[in-house]
Each structure stands twice: as structure tokens, then as C-alpha cells.
């Protein structure tokens, strides 16, 4: 498994990072971090300080009501602007696991797949579709773990749903990654991302 932290350098000024730089939460209290040329001025987004060598899993658990994105982008993504140049899975540079309380969908070079896959509550192991006709309410019944696995040579990118007792593919690209990947986070109003 890697290790990974979040770049406060590059982290757009409403999103607040904890835990080490391992959590990162989209909040109303923008943050006073310094200007930096690597920040993302316009989309709520986050890289990683370390980049993806070789093979690489990691996984996150991610909570909250409003879509979290957790992607891999090469480093050359444009930082300033709100444009598909920088939104993770808008652009050739980047590539994205769209996380809602009820589907994934994934996301490159602004073309998205919707998966025929649902979220599992880490709480009851089930699928979020009962909050549909209002079993739950608490938000902390809604955190979930992805796993990512990363084979840069072989050009492998896999997105996995994880519970206690499963791990399950939620999805898989085949493709030919030409610069050194970093981990990335695109994290909606009150949502969260926590790196495990």
C-alpha cells in the first residue's frame, strides 16, 4: 500500500485539511493558505504530495452529501480557472471515480460512464438507495471506502468499493499514462475525504 499525504500547496482555500494533511473537508470558512503557483484557484480540488510509482493501492473513505471525486492526474493540470482544464476527468490529464450517495460514474477527457454500481454504507454494509425513501438521515451513516490500485507500466487504473468483509471492482480502464501520476480529490460542499 502507499502512503499519502495532501499538498496544502495545492489545495483550493475552502478546503480544509487535517489529520497530517491526510483529511481534506470542503467547508464555508475559506482558509489562509499562502498563494501558490500549484494552487487550484477556481475548482475545489486537491493533489497529493506523493506521486504513484510503479504499482501502487491506496484506499480513502469518503463521507457527506454532495459528490467527492477521487482521481489520478498528471501534474501538468492547469491550476488557475474553473475550465475543464482543470476539473479532474475533464481533460486528457486526468481521470475520475465520481462518488454520489446513490451511483459512480467515471470520468476522462470529459467523456462519463455511468456504473452499474452502488454504494455500500461502511454502518450497515448495504446500498445508500434506502436513504431514497428516508430510512436514515445521519451523515455518519454514510462513509464509505474506495480502493485504487495503479499499475503505471501496464497502464492499469482500478477503482474498488470496500467493506469489511468485501472488496468488489467498481471499475477498471485500460490505458497508457505518459507522465508520473498523483492522486487527487475533488471534494463537494460539507463533503469530506479521509486518506486511510
Same mark, same amino acid.
Given at each position: ?126 446500498? @445508500? #438507495? +434506502?436513504?431514497? &425513501? !428516508? *430510512? $436514515?438521515? /445521519?451523515?455518519? @451513516? #454514510? +462513509?464509505?471506502? &474506495? !480502493? *485504487? $490500485?495503479? /499499475? ?45
Amino acid at each position: 500500500a502507499c502512503f499519502l499525504t495532501l499538498d496544502p500547496n495545492t489545495a483550493n482555500t475552502q478546503l480544509r485539511l487535517s489529520e497530517e494533511n491526510r483529511k481534506v473537508a470542503h467547508g464555508d470558512k475559506k482558509q489562509s493558505y499562502p498563494e501558490h503557483p500549484d494552487r487550484f484557484d477556481g475548482v475545489y480540488q486537491v493533489l497529493c504530495r506523493e506521486s504513484v510509482c510503479g504499482r501502487c493501492y491506496w484506499e480513502i473513505e469518503w463521507s457527506g452529501d454532495h459528490n467527492v471525486f477521487i482521481s489520478v492526474s498528471y501534474k501538468s493540470i492547469s491550476r488557475k480557472g474553473r475550465g475543464d482544464e482543470c476539473l479532474f476527468g475533464c481533460n486528457d490529464q486526468s481521470w475520475s471515480l465520481i462518488c454520489s450517495r446513490y451511483k459512480y460514474s467515471f470520468r476522462h477527457n470529459n467523456i462519463q460512464t455511468d456504473l452499474p454500481v452502488f454504494p455500500i454504507t461502511r454502518r450497515t454494509g448495504k446500498c @445508500d #438507495y +434506502i436513504n431514497i &425513501i !428516508g *430510512v $436514515y438521515d /445521519d451523515d455518519d @451513516d #454514510y +462513509i464509505r471506502r &474506495i !480502493g *485504487v $490500485y495503479v /499499475d503505471e507500466s501496464a497502464g492499469t487504473l482500478s477503482f474498488y468499493s470496500v467493506s469489511r468483509k468485501t472488496v468488489s471492482l467498481i471499475h477498471t480502464v485500460q490505458t497508457t499514462f505518459t507522465q508520473t501520476l498523483y492522486p487527487g480529490f475533488n471534494v463537494g460542499y460539507k463533503s469530506s475525504v479521509k486518506l486511510c
